[in-house]
């Protein structure tokens, strides 16, 4: 992954692009040309702007999910469950992406195991009637998640430390994978009372890409909710980078 940004960048850089490492710490979107302020005192102007800020995985907060992320703790089973094809996986959380991961990941794995800290599940009807019926798939209810285990050498995912929250006993079941599923964050905070989001703080997007300011466009997992996938990112900043350039033509005309 890292390696292929790289080599995008550079592709990037030699038609001409330039790339600046900088945080950009406020923004003004109420006229043009757009003003993007940085941490280090500097500003952007810009006629057109396409934001791709993208969205965060909500995580328990364990240090010993830091410590295996990538090796047997991951927030994608779109993106690993292949790798756990016959294994006994773990998937956290109640609502529709944690059930629609687990129902995902039965495809993949020969025993799914979602682990939700209340009695029933917050996800759709139809998903939970779906989960009910698979027969890979085992519910543990009133459980948290308080450590992950694993062993050394190769270094991977093992066990899960549960406490119920009923009478606070603490178990440990034998996993090879756990998928942290308890929602994302979109990255939009800078851009609160600027632009309009959701109710879930996603970008508000009209025709794909386009927001409610003429010339700001969304592309990728800052305004879509529903796939969160390196190819449809790419795919919505492509068409962003095409408006970018019939907008930018327009307001010269």
């Not at 698979?134 to 519910?139: L, R, S």
């Not at 989001?197 to 990728?220: C, H, M, R, S, W």
Request: with cysteine; proline share 2%; charged share 25%.
């Amino acid at each position: 992954g890292p390696w292929l940004m790289e080599q995008m960048i550079d592709q990037a850089k030699q038609v001409g692009c330039r790339v600046f490492n900088e945080i950009i710490t406020e923004v003004d979107l109420t006229s043009r040309p757009f003003k993007f302020f940085t941490s280090n005192e500097n500003f952007f102007l810009a006629n057109s702007v396409i934001i791709s800020t993208g969205a965060s995985a909500k995580w328990l907060g364990l240090d010993s999910e830091k410590k295996y992320t990538g090796y047997g703790v991951s927030a994608c089973a779109t993106c690993d469950a292949f790798f756990f094809k016959n294994k006994t996986v773990a998937v956290v959380g109640g609502g529709n992406t944690a059930v629609e991961e687990a129902l995902f990941l039965t495809k993949f794995a020969n025993k799914v195991i979602l682990v939700h800290r209340r009695d029933k599940l917050r996800a759709d009807k139809v998903l939970q009637k779906r989960l009910f019926k698979n027969k890979k798939i085992q519910i543990i209810w009133n459980s948290t998640v308080i450590d992950i285990i694993g062993d050394a050498a190769p270094k991977k995912v093992s066990q899960i430390k549960l406490r119920n929250s009923i009478d606070n006993s603490l178990s440990n079941i034998k996993v090879d994978g756990v998928f942290i599923a308890i929602g994302h964050k979109p990255n939009t905070n800078l851009f609160i009372n600027k632009i309009d989001l959701d109710k879930e703080g996603y970008i508000q997007t009209y025709d794909q890409i386009f927001t409610n300011i003429p010339g700001v466009f969304a592309a990728g997992d800052v305004h879509d909710k529903d796939y969160r996938q390196a190819v449809t990112a790419a795919g919505y900043g492509c068409m962003a980078a095409l408006e970018v350039e019939k907008f930018l033509v327009s307001i010269k005309n």
